[in-house]
């Protein structure tokens, strides 16, 4: 039998804080629980005869944990067990019950995405931030990735997801999804997003990423020649998309430094993209469905959104306290 140590019997002598403990705090303090719980709140299970629901609080919180860490919710149930900081932030205390199971964990999920509250989430979370300050400016980049799907048939249907497409990148075909992005070329953070399958032109979307009140829009190539659809979506707007070249005419010296400028800003996009599919995880689909992965898109945007945001927010907070 192995030993009871000071440290297993919760006496730990030394400890260090760590990167996911220090995530998880700027994050608790950087979301709006309560304007997020009530938008959920009156479609949320009430306690009746039979088992009482779990907290909603408690149960946004291990969603967003889910997504966070890109868990599944066998492996978020596990993680709670597992991990101290996780079971701090969502305020399970194991001495008195147990972690919410995955059973739990998917209903809540599949409540959201059946009341289609992953882009009411992204709308609640946006004018939260205008309210402290982080107001959308008047110009926008606009850009695309794509969200690998598996391409495999070996699976209970003996087929691929029929709502997912290919597409060519380059030399490389594609099979998935593509998130379609607007971001604001001052916060760079995230005002509008559109799930579409991967065959979707860039260009389609283009209307749907654009607020109306822009003065520029920004965008790679593929938004090249879109004049008429900007001027549709925002009269005000001057096009500063990358002008593209063809085969029997190639781009001027001159256009290509035009690019070269104009890519400084375009950049700024990339900074989202990167929060999404690396620190986030999102960068293949989850589930089958383009609801189900258009949700957790919005989801993972609005999240995305106040981690760019926290280091304001908190400051904010700090200056309320003084």
């Given at each position: 039998?192995?030993?009871?140590?000071?440290?297993?019997?919760?006496?730990?002598?030394?400890?260090?804080?760590?990167?996911?403990?220090?995530?998880?705090?700027?994050?608790?303090?950087?979301?709006?629980?309560?304007?997020?719980?009530a938008?959920?709140?009156?479609?949320?299970?009430?306690?009746?005869?039979?088992?009482?629901?779990?907290?909603?609080e408690?149960?946004?919180?291990?969603?967003?944990?889910?997504?966070?860490?890109?868990l599944?919710?066998?492996?978020?149930?596990?993680?709670?067990?597992?991990?101290?900081?996780?079971?701090?932030?969502?305020?399970?205390?194991?001495?008195?019950?147990?972690?919410?199971?995955?059973?739990?964990?998917?209903?809540?999920?599949?409540?959201?995405?059946?009341?289609?509250?992953?882009?009411?989430?992204?709308?609640?979370?946006?004018?939260?931030?205008?309210?402290?300050?982080?107001?959308?400016?008047?110009?926008?980049?606009?850009?695309?990735?794509?969200?690998?799907?598996?391409?495999?048939?070996?699976?209970?249907?003996?087929?691929?997801?029929?709502?997912?497409?290919?597409?060519?990148?380059?030399?490389?075909?594609?099979?998935?999804?593509?998130?379609?992005?607007?971001v604001?070329?001052?916060?760079?953070?995230?005002?509008?997003?559109?799930?579409?399958?991967?065959?979707?032109?860039?260009?389609?979307?283009?209307?749907?990423?654009?607020?109306?009140?822009?003065?520029?829009?920004?965008?790679?190539s593929?938004?090249?020649?879109?004049?008429?659809?900007?001027?549709?979506?925002a009269?005000?707007?001057?096009?500063?998309?990358?002008?593209?070249?063809?085969?029997?005419?190639?781009l001027?010296?001159?256009?290509?430094?035009?690019?070269?400028?104009?890519?400084?800003?375009?950049?700024?996009?990339?900074?989202?993209?990167?929060?999404?599919?690396?620190?986030?995880?999102?960068?293949?689909?989850?589930?089958?469905?383009?609801?189900?992965?258009?949700?957790?898109?919005?989801?993972v945007?609005?999240?995305?959104?106040?981690?760019?945001?926290?280091?304001?927010?908190?400051?904010?907070?700090q200056?309320?306290?003084?």
């Amino acid at each position: 039998m192995k030993q009871t140590t000071l440290s297993t019997g919760g006496f730990d002598r030394f400890g260090k804080t760590t990167r996911r403990a220090t995530f998880l705090a700027e994050m608790d303090r950087a979301v709006p629980w309560s304007v997020l719980c009530a938008l959920i709140e009156p479609v949320y299970p009430k306690a009746g005869s039979g088992r009482p629901p779990v907290g909603l609080e408690r149960m946004l919180r291990i969603y967003f944990l889910q997504n966070w860490f890109n868990l599944s919710d066998p492996a978020v149930e596990e993680s709670l067990y597992d991990s101290l900081s996780m079971r701090e932030f969502a305020g399970v205390d194991l001495g008195r019950e147990g972690a919410p199971d995955e059973t739990t964990v998917c209903k809540f999920r599949h409540l959201l995405e059946r009341h289609g509250l992953g882009k009411r989430i992204f709308e609640e979370v946006g004018r939260h931030l205008q309210t402290q300050g982080l107001k959308v400016s008047t110009g926008t980049i606009v850009d695309a990735t794509i969200i690998n799907a598996p391409s495999s048939t070996k699976n209970r249907d003996n087929a691929r997801d029929p709502e997912m497409h290919q597409t060519k990148k380059g030399n490389q075909w594609y099979f998935g999804m593509k998130a379609h992005i607007g971001v604001d070329s001052k916060t760079k953070l995230i005002h509008s997003v559109v799930a579409t399958a991967a065959n979707e032109h860039d260009k389609h979307a283009l209307p749907e990423l654009l607020h109306g009140n822009e003065r520029r829009v920004y965008g790679d190539s593929a938004y090249s020649s879109q004049q008429e659809a900007i001027a549709q979506a925002a009269p005000k707007a001057r096009d500063f998309t990358n002008k593209k070249g063809f085969r029997n005419r190639g781009l001027t010296e001159r256009e290509r430094e035009k690019n070269s400028r104009k890519s400084s800003v375009r950049a700024k996009v990339e900074h989202a993209f990167l929060i999404i599919k690396r620190i986030f995880g999102f960068s293949k689909v989850s589930y089958r469905g383009m609801m189900k992965n258009g949700n957790r898109l919005f989801v993972v945007a609005s999240l995305a959104n106040l981690f760019m945001a926290r280091h304001h927010l908190l400051r904010l907070q700090q200056r309320r306290c003084v």
